[in-house]
């Protein structure tokens, strides 16, 4: 969890048991991420922050504008979600990416095809561009298909920042330094910018995971990443989600989760393929998108 | 370092200029990493209507073009290339393409490739080849 904010708490804000049981539900029913009675004192820190934030006058007038305004529902699920992440983060995936999932997929394509490689949630971009990053360093077929990389969150001020590409030092931290030096820039805050035509290469949308409407968009995508976010939400969530994710995988497709997650407890529609660098959860059907 | 004669683009006398034309982004990405470490320019086009723009405005000792492109596919960019006056359509060009198969190498050299690789092309490979064609000392 994040270091609390430092600014006193405003006595004004309080938020009933009751309102925290109305917020809670309603942040459920919008997102799929589940806040226990432990978490109550986070819930009503962030809570409160964001009504002062928004010059409303205390829970009721706030919880009128987050159904009317959406503005103010996307910022509140900015203050809600945690996007700290940075490059090259559980790396053995990336790994397995290029020595097992993208020889097996391209198996049952032609060259110059596309390969359709998804991050979700993605943040603010780090690891759709560690993908992009990693193929390019790693794989030595790069140049042999046409890889699509998209990136996508329910946070559309993380999209901006993913968008815009600037990194702290922190984020770069497990990038070696002559990849930082290769493609990044140092601006003159000190902080890093990435190279434009690596921008680029990243398509970045705006999707809720457990939102078929919002999933439904994407089809024939080969490999997921879709790592650390599960384990926020409920057992329903987790299965819509997987669900979603399921139908827009090509068939014989792949997902990774965040090491601690496992699909077997959530979906039975996955094959879970045991690689020497990781568990992934592959769609059946390899070879029909031949 | 040498002044520039007025009519002389000043890239000519520092680095060889190549025009990689490719509809992949990340493809053209990977080229221009090699490239640029070892030393050359790089311009970069989408198809082959896109780099006929870019060579008929800019200057390039080389273009690198994919086969396989929407829009303007890389043969048919190549036999427009060919038929421009001037130095435009004796820019000397490196095909590259994703099959393996004899009918696309004998198109590309019918529409005026210089030479011909096939994907994947390391790194290391795609410098040597540029620079033999561009005349560039290794």
């Known amino acids: 969890m994040r270091p609390e904010n430092p600014l006193p708490a405003t006595p004004e804000i309080r938020i009933t048991d009751n309102e925290f049981r109305r917020f809670r539900d309603f942040f459920y029913r919008r997102t799929g991420i589940v806040f226990s009675d432990a ?33 103010e529902l996307e910022r509140l699920i900015s ?42 949630p993605c943040a603010t971009g780090e690891e759709p561009y560690s993908m992009a990053i990693w193929l390019l360093e790693n794989w030595s077929h790069v140049d042999s298909w046409d890889i699509e990389i998209i990136g996508s969150d329910i946070d559309t001020r993380a999209l901006q920042a993913a968008e815009a590409g600037i990194y702290s030092e ?41 939102d078929q409407a919002d999933t439904g968009r994407w089809r024939d995508i080969d490999v997921i990443f879709c790592r650390n976010v599960l384990i926020y939400f409920d057992e329903t969530a987790r299965r819509t989600a997987a669900d979603n994710l399921y139908d827009s995988m090509a068939p014989g497709g792949y997902t990774c989760l965040g090491h601690t997650e496992s699909m077997s407890r959530i979906s039975p529609l996955f094959n879970v393929c045991r690689f020497p660098e990781a568990i992934v959860y592959q769609k059946p059907g390899e070879g029909i998108h031949a | 370092m040498p002044d520039h004669p007025n009519d002389q683009p000043a890239g000519r006398l520092t680095r060889p200029r ?30 082959g209507i896109e780099a006929l723009e870019k060579v008929l405005s800019e200057r390039f000792d080389l273009v690198i073009v994919d086969i396989s492109m929407p829009k303007m596919d890389g043969v048919s960019f190549l036999r427009t290339l060919r038929g421009q006056t001037g130095e435009a359509g004796a820019i000397p060009a490196l095909v590259i393409s994703s099959e393996a198969g004899e009918q696309d190498a004998a198109a590309a ?17 795609l410098v040597l080849h540029v620079a033999v064609l561009t005349g560039m000392p290794a």
């Open chain 1, 170 to 210: 922190r984020s770069l931290m497990r990038l070696p330094r002559h990849l930082v030096a290769k493609y990044f820039t140092v601006i003159p805050n000190g902080q890093y910018r990435i190279d434009d035509a690596l921008r680029g290469s990243v398509q970045f949308s705006r999707v809720n995971v457990i």
């Open chain 1, 39 to 71: 978490q109550r004192y986070y819930v009503d820190r962030r809570l409160s922050d964001c009504i002062i934030a928004a010059g409303s006058r205390g829970f009721p007038d706030h919880f009128a504008r987050l159904l009317t305004e959406p503005e």
């Open chain 2, 18 to 47: 190549v025009l990689v034309v490719d509809d992949g982004t990340l493809i053209r990405l990977y080229y221009r990493e090699a490239l640029e470490a070892a030393g050359f320019e790089v311009g970069e086009a989408i198809n």
């Open chain 1, 79 to 120: 203050m809600f979600t945690v996007n700290e992440t940075y490059f090259y983060r559980e790396e053995y995936q990336l790994r397995c990416l290029t020595s097992t999932l993208l020889d097996r997929i391209t198996s049952h394509k032609k060259p110059g095809q596309s390969i359709r490689l998804w991050s979700i």
């Open chain 2, 109 to 125: 050299r019918a529409a005026g490739a210089n030479y011909y690789l096939i994907k994947p092309v390391a790194a290391p490979d």
